[in-house]
């Protein structure tokens, strides 16, 4: 018998991926399917589309039919055994959500395998209530977010609640616009889905229900509990938005079912292969490279810090302007989440201010500066900021101790210190909340580990290991999402093997291949500079929200 292999899917804006590993988690293959450039004839851009209405963007379903089509073909054509693939999970884009029709349940149950997924009549329309699914970059939802907050007293208290205050791209609020615009449509929605539901119900022949760290994106969920909340379900949806919304949320790993006959007949599969809950692509994405005590910060256009939070007596504490995710695998854990918009793109325009887009030229100008760049401050929003929210422009500041930080003004655009300056309050403003987040009495952090573009950078990865005070890894896969999906799929297969175990058991016991690697080691003197600047970060920080709201 062959040893098992297990499937993750990653369905993101742009592109569905499908990742094969072995049970030591090693890639044994990867295939994608690009919407825009394999799929034209839907009218995509970077797999999206803007409108009709102010703010609206969706995205086909039929597309996502077609491309899962797609690349399970790409896979079969690679040689792939599919007959060895024990378990399917993966990842979804967070926050997008599928409406099923009454006919939905009727129409999955009975899917012919002599039909492609795609096929006109088999499953589209149908199935669907909506044509097309609201993704997360939709932001026409901003009047339903204010009365969602409202309802339940106010942003603070809906992030108390659910881990989050409301947000334009968060499915609460979108349910609400539906309902709202589109009242037939809301009605003829017997059901729901997150993308990361409405993949596997296509493997089940059912509909899934949402798994828990998913569901941490929707404004619904009591993020403690992991239960619905019926004031926020009636507040997004009325009284029908519960049976709409399917059972209670779902933990990652667990088995939702056996692949359904037409998987089977189509293409191969074996009729004992098992369908785990798939979770969204950030909560995948800490599965597949981070374990509890571990910081993950994502250097790509948006900065991203996600922080994997270990079971703890007293909950984190939750904030406006973070998020707190369930996490996928463990109960009672969670996963701490930090996202500024200005990043890579900030970056850059300050390296070519001052470096003439050479990176090469760039790092020499940090090098060659003190850390804690003599005392200079500097924030750089070129685009309205969501930490601290809504401030742009820019600001120098001149810090001295313990004194009052003094704006500076006439320092030229291309000056050198701007290099460093960017870098060290990017990265003061992370380290500056992060003691806030974890619980109290937590035990230090052990790994920063880096990716997206910048983390390539070894000028950058050093400064990061030494604003932290944290060794810095990068790993060796791009396909984090994926991979995740895979070794959730895995999980979900290993704990029926052995009955019952934790996730870190399974890491160990099936001998995964390590896929890390150090790049940087923090310098302890210089990590005592920047621990003695972070009041001064703090302070500089207030003044800029101070100059924001009054202009």
Same mark, same amino acid.
């Given at each position: ?12 804006? *742009? ?49 996502? @039919? ?23 999970? %993966? ?9 099923? #029709? ?58 108390? @609640?659910? %881990? ?28 729901? #889905? ?16 949402? !798994? ?27 009284? !029908? @938005? ?50 509890? %005590? ?30 707190? @995710? ?131 950078? *070894?000028?950058?990865? *050093? ?13 060796? #896969? ?74």
């Amino acid at each position: 018998m062959s040893s098992p292999l297990f499937l993750g899917f990653d369905l993101s804006t *742009q592109q569905l991926k499908a990742i094969v590993i072995a049970e030591d988690a090693s890639i044994v293959h990867e295939s994608a399917v690009h919407f825009d450039r394999d799929l034209p004839t839907y009218g995509t851009t970077n797999g999206a589309v803007k409108g009709p209405d102010e703010g609206e963007v969706t995205s086909p379903v039929l597309m996502w @039919l077609e491309a899962i089509d797609l690349v399970m073909q790409r896979v079969k054509n690679a040689g792939v055994d599919l007959s060895a693939i024990a378990g399917i999970s %993966g990842a979804g884009q967070q926050h997008g959500s599928v409406y099923w #029709s009454e006919e939905a349940e009727k129409t999955l149950a009975a899917m012919d395998p002599k039909r492609s997924l795609a096929d006109p009549g088999h499953l589209a329309p149908r199935a669907f209530a909506l044509p097309n699914a609201p993704i997360w970059q939709d932001s026409s939802t901003t009047k339903d977010c204010r009365d969602l907050e409202a309802a339940v007293g106010g942003p603070q208290v809906l992030a108390d @609640l659910t %881990g989050s205050r409301a947000y334009e791209r968060f499915t609460g609020p979108q349910i609400a616009r539906i309902r709202r615009l589109k009242p037939a449509a809301y009605r003829d929605s017997a059901r729901i #889905s997150l993308v990361s539901s409405f993949i596997p119900s296509l493997f089940l022949g059912h509909i899934a229900p949402i !798994e828990v760290s998913d569901a941490s994106g929707m404004n619904l969920m009591n993020v403690l509990t992991c239960k619905w909340d019926d004031a926020l379900l009636e507040a997004c949806g009325g009284p !029908e @938005l519960r049976a709409k919304i399917g059972p209670e949320p779902v933990l990652g790993g667990t088995i939702l079912g056996r692949i359904t006959r037409w998987w089977v007949e189509r293409w191969g599969f074996n009729p004992d292969c098992i369908i785990a809950p798939f979770t969204g692509d950030n909560s995948a994405t800490v599965v597949a490279l981070s374990a509890p %005590g571990d910081a993950l910060l994502s250097l790509g256009t948006s900065t991203t810090l996600l922080l994997s939070i270990p079971p703890a007596d007293t909950p984190p504490a939750r904030f406006t302007t973070s998020h707190l @995710l369930s996490h996928p695998t463990t109960l009672d854990a969670q996963i701490a989440m930090l996202c500024y918009k200005n990043g890579a793109l900030a970056r850059e325009q300050i390296r070519d201010r001052c470096a003439g887009t050479d990176w090469a030229r760039y790092n020499e100008l940090v090098e060659q500066s003190p850390q804690g760049n003599s005392g200079l401050m500097g924030f750089y929003f070129p685009l309205p900021e969501i930490i601290p929210p809504g401030v742009q422009g820019e600001f120098i500041f001149q810090c001295k101790d313990n004194e009052e930080p003094q704006l500076v003004h006439g320092l030229l655009p291309d000056a050198a210190q701007h290099a460093r300056a960017i870098l060290e309050s990017q990265f003061l403003s992370i380290r500056s909340r992060i003691a806030a987040i974890l619980p109290a009495h937590s035990p230090p952090l052990q790994r920063l580990i880096v990716t997206g573009g910048s983390s390539a950078n *070894q000028t950058i990865r *050093q400064l990061a290991a030494d604003v932290f005070g944290m060794r810095v890894y990068v790993a060796e #896969s791009k396909e984090a999402a994926g991979t995740g999906g895979a070794v959730l799929a895995k999980f979900a297969w290993w704990k029926a093997q052995v009955a019952s175990g934790s996730f870190e058991e399974m890491t160990m016991e099936t001998g995964e291949v390590e896929r890390m690697r150090l790049v940087a080691t923090p310098k302890d003197e210089v990590t005592k500079v920047y621990e003695a600047l972070v009041d001064n970060y703090r302070r500089c920080e207030e003044r800029v929200v101070h100059l924001c709201g009054q202009a």
